[in-house]
């Protein structure tokens, strides 16, 4: 299930502001009836329409993208800056980021214009791991690594639990290379939780989702998720939750 705006923005009848006016206008109708209200959730069954005309619903797309350095996570930006789309020239689809990763961020970032798989692998319920590799600008010792590992409080809340690895190590230049697995999302999470244990992140990327990896990349390059790999995510978010209420 998908609110109605969104339904009507991913079919590129219009932005998601706009597409809030027409309901609120009583321009939509939703198997036969009008809606004013915003809010409004429907699935795939039902029959949407705009000024009396049903709207084109998309093939479901899905695309694994190697996100280069300062480029947006998002599909427009009013500041000129380069976002993650204008990689896909050729995809006439109106896809969308799965979460997203920070400006100065590279790394793994998927792409779809299916809302109820995007919803699968963000929800907060639904818990999916992250690889992260980073660059910090101190040494961690195994105890500052425990500590990302059992949980840190940041901007009120504590993480989960994580995976932590030290992978190398400049004694020199006082920074290390550092693996780090979640399954949350939160704003910045990864530079907070480094920042917390005083080793800042010099350089940050994303090196997995799950079993997806960039193999083959290069930055800027993307390539299509197989059905065996959408069918795999989907079981996986699904059996994590499942593991997680026990």
């Known amino acids: 299930?998908?609110?109605?705006?969104?339904?009507?923005?991913?079919a590129g009848i219009a932005s998601r502001r706009k597409a809030e006016e027409l309901i609120t206008q009583g321009k939509v109708a939703v198997n036969g009836?009008?809606?004013?209200?915003?809010?409004?959730?429907?699935?795939?069954?039902?029959?949407?329409?705009?000024?009396?005309?049903?709207?084109?619903?998309e093939h479901p797309v899905y695309f694994l993208f190697y996100k280069p350095k300062n480029t947006l996570s998002s599909v427009s930006d009013d500041r000129g800056r380069p976002v993650v789309t204008d990689y896909f020239t050729n995809i006439v689809e109106r896809i969308y980021p799965i979460g997203r990763l920070d400006f100065d961020t590279t790394g793994l970032l998927l792409?779809?214009?299916?809302?109820?798989?995007?919803?699968?692998?963000?929800?907060?319920?639904?818990?999916?791991?992250?690889?992260?590799?980073?660059?910090?600008?101190?040494?961690?010792?195994?105890?500052?690594?425990n500590q990302l590992e059992r949980g840190i409080v940041i901007d009120g809340r504590k993480t989960a639990k994580a995976k932590a690895r030290l992978i190398s190590e400049d004694r020199k230049k006082n920074t290390a290379i550092v693996e780090l697995i979640i399954h949350e999302g939160w704003n910045h999470q990864v530079k907070k939780m480094f920042d917390a244990i005083k080793c800042p992140v010099v350089k940050l990327k994303r090196e997995a989702f799950s079993f997806l990896t960039l193999d083959g990349l290069q930055p800027g390059m993307y390539r299509e998720l197989k059905g065996f790999e959408i069918d795999k995510l989907k079981n996986l978010a699904k059996e994590t939750t499942v593991a997680r209420k026990r």
């Open 33 to 57: 009836e009008i809606v004013k209200t915003l809010g409004i959730k429907v699935s795939s069954k039902d029959l949407v329409e705009v000024n009396g005309l049903p709207i084109y619903k």
């Open 111 to 145: 792409l779809t214009n299916d809302g109820e798989f995007a919803n699968l692998l963000m929800h907060p319920k639904y818990t999916v791991d992250k690889t992260y590799v980073a660059k910090v600008s101190a040494i961690p010792t195994r105890q500052q690594l």
């Open 1 to 10: 299930m998908e609110r109605l705006q969104k339904v009507i923005a991913h």
